[in-house]
T-cell receptor, first 112, second 109 residues
C-alpha cells in the first residue's frame, strides 16, 4: 500500500523561486491537508481540502497556493519562496468517516 | 490563545517510570481527539484515539474530560523506545485536525 506519497523529500530553493510540492494518496480519502512544522511550533495547517474542487485556508496560508483537481492529488505551490518558508512540510489525508490522518514522509525545504 | 495547548517539555524520565502528558483545547464543539507520536525527523503516526470513557492500549491510557476540555495520556513502565514527541490532536469539523505543539519525551537508561 502506497498510502500518502509526498515528493520531493529534500529541496533547496533560492529566494524568489517557485516550486510545487506533490502529494498523492491512494486511499480514496476525501480530506487532504498541508502542514508546516517548525521548531517549537508544532504542525500548523496551511491549506486543506474536503474534496475535489474544494479548498480552504488554514492557519498560515500566505505565500502558498493549492488546488484539488482530483481526489488523489493535492499539490502545494510556493509562489515566490522566502527564507521564512524554510520548514518541514507534511501532507496528510483522512476519511470523514474516520478522521485519522495518514501522513506523507515530509519535505525538508530550505530557502536561501 | 492556541486552539490546542500542550506542555512542550522536554520530559526526561528513567526507564520504568510513569509519565503523564496533558493537553487542553479551546473549541467546545470539537468532536474527536487523538494522540499521535512523532519520532525525530519522521512523519506523525496515530498512537491512539481518545474516548470520553477513557481507553487503554497496553501501557498507554488516554482520558478525555469534555467539561474541562482536557485530554491526557499516561505512559506506564516507560521504555527507551517510547522516546519521541507526543502530539495532542483535535478534530474540529469532520477531518480538520488541529495539532498541539507536541510534548517531547526522553526515556533514559
Amino acid at each position: 500500500n502506497a498510502g500518502v506519497t509526498q515528493t520531493p523529500k529534500f529541496q533547496v530553493l533560492k529566494t524568489g523561486q517557485s516550486m510545487t510540492l506533490q502529494c498523492a494518496q491512494d486511499m480514496n480519502h476525501e480530506y487532504m491537508s498541508w502542514y508546516r512544522q517548525d521548531p517549537g511550533m508544532g504542525l500548523r495547517l496551511i491549506h486543506y481540502s474536503v474534496g475535489a474542487g474544494i479548498t480552504d485556508q488554514g492557519e498560515v496560508p500566505n505565500g502558498y497556493n493549492v488546488s484539488r483537481s482530483t481526489t488523489e492529488d493535492f499539490p502545494l505551490r510556493l509562489l515566490s519562496a522566502a527564507p521564512s518558508q524554510t520548514s518541514v512540510y507534511f501532507c496528510a489525508s483522512s476519511s470523514f468517516g474516520l478522521p485519522i490522518a495518514f501522513f506523507g514522509q515530509g519535505t525538508r525545504l530550505t530557502v536561501v | 490563545r492556541k486552539e490546542v495547548e500542550q506542555d512542550p517539555g522536554p520530559f526526561n524520565v528513567p526507564e520504568g517510570a510513569t509519565v503523564a502528558f496533558n493537553c487542553t483545547y479551546s473549541n467546545s464543539a470539537s468532536q474527536s481527539f487523538f494522540w499521535y507520536r512523532q519520532d525525530c525527523r519522521k512523519e506523525p503516526k496515530l498512537l491512539m484515539s481518545v474516548y470520553s470513557s477513557g481507553n487503554e492500549d497496553g501501557r498507554f491510557t488516554a482520558q478525555l474530560n469534555r467539561a474541562s476540555q482536557y485530554i491526557s495520556l499516561l505512559i506506564r513502565d516507560s521504555k527507551l523506545s517510547d522516546s519521541a514527541t507526543y502530539l495532542c490532536v483535535v478534530d474540529n469539523q469532520g477531518g480538520k485536525l488541529i495539532f498541539g505543539q507536541g510534548t517531547e519525551l526522553s526515556v533514559k537508561p
